[in-house]
């Protein structure tokens, strides 16, 4: 079955549901996503940082998403996330990524419309089935484990009115948005979302896919109570991280002697694919294919 990004994006941003997005820098952590997803007949998007795409080799990202793709019929889509320059998306965009994230939020709003805009003409003249994604708003945190607490700004968060200039001057496909969203995980706990600012940007740009990004750490509430208002997608990649790394360690002391890579690998990658099927499952992503 042929399946179009585009589609899926609009589709799932016009229903309660969201496809998830799982970032990867190992094959073993990309065959949990897929398994998870055969498993759960969900169609995906697994991405790459600029960090994660230099360790793992952009071509090689996309080759293996193409034997996936093919070995399983999913619908499995790759996308360049974070990627904040013009060259390093046009590097993406060059290797067969089939998405692409220009993230400029650091910009002046007119500045992050220009390189956008760029990005935009550029993927389009590539291949006009490429998804490019926008960002307005500072998300604060990166992903990793934070013992302090981080408070999300009202300048933070995306506004309406930008949100609709931003999207009418770039011509991108989908918007990620600031509702009260950080980056990894807070042991204070995640910021609340701002579901009432979600509510408004979604009814100014009704036919735009919105994308939350720091999905990690958010309630299991505010992730359902968001779903109905033009998510498209959902980010997840600390704890996939958190995860992987406590397994790891476990594995590596519980047998000290064990030298065999995909022997101690194994139980991590196991867990990746456990935190990937909650996040399906919560995101309503299911029986989908």
Sequence with gaps: MNYKLRDLLKEASQRPYALGHFNFSTLGILRAVVLACRGLKSPVFVGTSEGEAKYVGYGQAAAQISVWRAE???PVYLNADHHKTFESAKTAIDAGYDSVQI???ALSLEENIEVSRKVVEYAKGVNPDISVEGGLGYIRGSSELHKEKIEVKPQDMTTPREAKRFVEETGVDRLAIVFGNIHGVSAAGNPRLDIERLKEIHETIPDVPLTLHGGSGISDEDIKAALPY??????????IRAVYTDALRASLDKDKEQTT???????ADE??????EEKLKLFNAIDLV
Excluded: C, F, W
């Design 103 to 105: 993230d400029e939020t």
């Design 261 to 267: 890579p995909y022997k101690y690998l194994n139980s």
């Design 230 to 239: 033009g998510m498209s997608n959902i980010h997840v990649n600390t704890e």
């Design 271 to 276: 867990a990746a694919q456990r935190i990937v």
């Design 72 to 74: 399983t019929g999913l």
